[in-house]
């Protein structure tokens, strides 16, 4: 295979997987990212009317839609305002919250169905049957309570749909800072800064986690690492096959992490709720072989985390700024390139 044959087939892998939360390529800073934000609260609310869709996984995707919108306010916190991102930040953090204990019901499963999975074929037949069962009943009737609850949802949907308003509001004109108090530069220095920021929490959080490992240090750092991959997938443009491939890195690094956080929230479970799990002797089993998986988590997610925080925020951020320019002067070339 000749190297231009590699990169085509190449650039053909990275076209079938590019991101759905991304800017257009030429489209300007403003527009982009407001079109991106009331994309994903859209999502977040049409899950709740789609009768098709289960209502745990409404509510998983409504949960990750609010998660992008963090991540696209964190990329301008410093463009639009502290005040204007806490406001909006909190709004939708609340607003999730409200749903925290569906997501809490789905992750208790998930945890014992990943043990049972990983090391299933060292076990009895029907080794974790029961508690698995005692899990999923718990879930069903956690998500029914809240179905039936006549506040949570409603209240859930009404969150959404005045943020989204707001967000129409916003002005996409940078002209219109200094009069409306929102305006985004179609210029990288109105993002930078988010980016520098996200990536110096991330490798903080990240050091510590692995200082002081526990369920709570490691959970922040994964939340640090969403928000990054999230960043970059908005600013896919930039240069594509290392943009995807970099939040590809930060994507498998955040799911290590997230099962590892389901483990440490079901062994909390198992230790608060005995009655999930009535047998001691499978209860002593499940903690000892949740706690050997959360070790190889925890190594796996180590090395790959010191890859991809390898470089200093302050370069690693210039690095992106070197792939703004050259996509700038890029497109400049091919406008003026092209014929009257």
């Not at 305002?81 to 992750?107: K, P």
């Not at 943020?163 to 929102?182: C, M, Q, T």
């Not at 640090?224 to 939040?247: C, D, F, H, K, N």
């Not at 010191?306 to 470089?311: K, N, Q, S, T, V």
Request: aromatic residues 6%; glycine residues 6%; hydrophobic residues 40%.
């Amino acid at each position: 295979m000749t190297v231009i044959q590699a990169r085509d087939r190449l650039a053909d892998t990275v076209v079938m997987t590019l991101p759905t939360f991304r800017l257009h390529p030429g489209e300007p800073l403003g527009h982009g990212l407001k079109r991106l934000g009331v994309d994903a609260i859209d999502e977040a609310i049409r899950v709740f009317y789609d009768g098709d869709v289960p209502f745990g996984e409404a509510v998983h995707i409504a949960r990750k839609s609010t998660k992008k919108v963090r991540s696209l306010l964190r990329l301008v916190r410093f463009e639009v305002g502290e005040q204007v991102y806490r406001f909006e930040n909190q709004w939708m953090r609340d607003t999730s919250r409200l749903l925290s204990a569906v997501r809490t019901s789905a992750v208790l499963v998930n945890g014992a169905q990943d043990i049972r999975d990983m090391y299933g074929p060292l076990l009895a037949e029907g080794t974790f049957d029961e508690v698995l069962g005692r899990l999923v009943v718990n879930r069903d009737r956690i998500e029914e309570r809240v179905m039936e609850d006549p506040e949570i949802i409603p209240r859930v949907v009404s969150n959404l749909e005045r943020a989204r308003g707001r967000y129409l509001s916003w002005s996409a004109d940078p002209e219109a800072r200094p009069v409306y108090g929102i305006g985004l530069r179609n210029d990288y220095r109105a993002i930078g800064p988010g980016v520098n920021a996200m990536h110096a929490r991330g490798r903080r959080e990240m050091v510590s986690a692995y200082r002081a490992p526990g369920p709570e240090s490691l959970h922040r750092w994964r939340k640090r690492v969403r928000y990054l991959e999230r960043q970059l997938e908005i600013l896919t443009p930039l240069w594509p096959e290392v943009m995807i491939g970099m939040a590809m890195t930060l994507d498998r690094i955040s799911e290590l992490l997230g099962q590892d956080h389901d483990l440490a929230e079901l062994l909390q479970a198992l230790a608060d709720r005995p009655d999930l799990c009535p047998n001691p002797l499978e209860r002593a089993l499940m903690t000892a072989l949740a706690e050997q998986r959360r070790s190889d988590l925890q190594t796996a997610s180590r090395i790959l985390g010191r890859r991809m925080y390898a470089e200093s925020p302050s370069a690693f951020t210039a690095r992106l700024g070197a792939y703004w320019k050259a996509m700038e002067l890029a497109r400049t070339t091919e406008l003026v390139s092209l014929p009257a």
